[in-house]
Nanobody, 123 residues
Framework: QPHPVESGGGLAQPGGSLRLSCAAS????????IGWFRQAPEKAREGVSC????????KYAGSVKGRFTVSRDKVKNTVYLQMNGLKPEDTATYYC????????????????WGQGTQVTVSS
């Protein structure tokens, strides 16, 4: 099983951009669907975006559609989440998980998770 590691979080102003990366130690990410979930304090973990193993399918939560883009670089064994037009409500810890299918509704469908990276959107 891969062990995902997230990076790229930080502080951004409203309307700004950040790019999150999900790399892995151990097994390659390339054989797994990758999901991005986020969790704000005192809120449930929320599915944000995912990409299938073959890159043929991507999904987005309605709240981020048109602003966030998920992509995979198989050579670098990395999945990215490009976040544009950031809003204060995007503030959360973002996690990437590796699993068999692209699924935004059930975080428990993913087998392994990273430790998360904090994204704060504030002026």
């Amino acid at each position: 099983q891969p062990h995902p590691v997230e990076s790229g979080g930080g502080l951004a102003q409203p309307g700004g951009s950040l790019r999150l990366s999900c790399a892995a130690s151990g097994d390659t990410l390339n054989y797994h669907a990758i999901g991005w979930f986020r969790q704000a304090p005192e809120k449930a973990r929320e599915g944000v975006s995912c990409i299938s193993r073959d890159n043929e399918e991507t999904k987005y939560a309605g709240s981020v559609k048109g602003r966030f883009t998920v992509s995979r670089d198989k050579v670098k064994n990395t999945v990215y989440l490009q976040m544009n037009g950031l809003k204060p409500e995007d503030t959360a810890t973002y996690y990437c998980g590796a699993g068999p299918v692209c699924n935004l509704n059930h975080w428990e469908a993913y087998n392994t998770w990273g430790q998360g990276t904090q994204v704060t959107v504030s002026s």
